[in-house]
Antibody
């Protein structure tokens, strides 16, 4: 069974850092692009970042560019999102999602991990 | 501000048909595939349609997708109360080199 499990969320003060992880299983992890998508409370989906299967290409939303870094360890079947200089507006549920390619659909989603940025 | 534009809400009676529109531009919908997602309350999004009009295994043929120019449409026939959810369109924007979603449409089955 294809499965994605996010972890690493929590409460952090403005300006702080957090690293999210997404453990993948049930598919050949290195063959697929991966994405992070977030959803602020009561709001819609917001694409955050994506990475190619090899990890050689990365993409970011303007809202997080320069503050967030996406990476992956294909030997550990794990996706990461390093979040620095966090702001209140980064408060959201963060989902990792699998897609055949960076530019196409996301066919499997994790259940999400909650990040709250507050003093 | 979402890259794609969707109506905030639509509604229809059980058994009826509803369509949800998604409007974009030449840099996103016009030159990239569109996908559609269903998000039931309190759950993660689920892929309904990929590559404009294809259904993943397990998605009933009551759900359909189409694309024309810089717009896309999700159609749902034989509405059921279990279809009440938020629906999002998604695509890639070649100018921004970034993904994007519509603002979401809340479907109410009256």
């Amino acid at each position: 069974e294809v499965q994605l499990v996010e972890s690493g969320g929590g409460l952090v003060q403005p300006g702080g850092s957090l690293r999210l992880s997404c453990a993948a299983s049930g598919f050949t992890f290195s063959s697929y692009a991966m994405s992070w998508v977030r959803q602020a409370p009561g709001k819609g989906l917001e694409w955050v970042s994506a990475i190619s299967g090899s990890g050689g290409s990365t993409y970011y939303a303007d809202s997080v560019k320069g503050r967030f870094t996406i990476s992956r360890d294909n030997s550990k079947n794990t996706l990461y999102l390093q979040m620095n200089s966090l702001r209140a507006e980064d408060t959201a549920v963060y989902y990792c999602a699998k897609g055949p390619a960076v530019t196409t659909s996301r066919d499997v989603w994790g259940k999400g991990t909650t990040v709250t940025v507050s003093s | 501000q979402s890259v794609l534009t969707q109506p905030p809400s639509v509604s229809a009676a059980p058994g009826q048909k509803v369509t949800i529109s998604c409007s974009g531009s030449s840099s996103n919908i016009g030159n990239n595939y569109v996908s559609w997602y269903q998000q039931l309350p309190g759950t993660a999004p689920k892929l309904l349609i990929y590559e404009n009009n294809k259904r993943p295994s397990g998605i009933p043929d009551r759900f359909s997708g189409s694309k024309s120019g810089t717009s896309a449409t999700l159609g749902i026939t034989g509405l059921q109360t279990g279809d009440e959810a938020d629906y999002y369109c998604g695509t890639w924007d070649s100018s921004l080199s970034a993904g994007g979603f519509g603002g979401g449409t809340k479907l109410t089955v009256l």
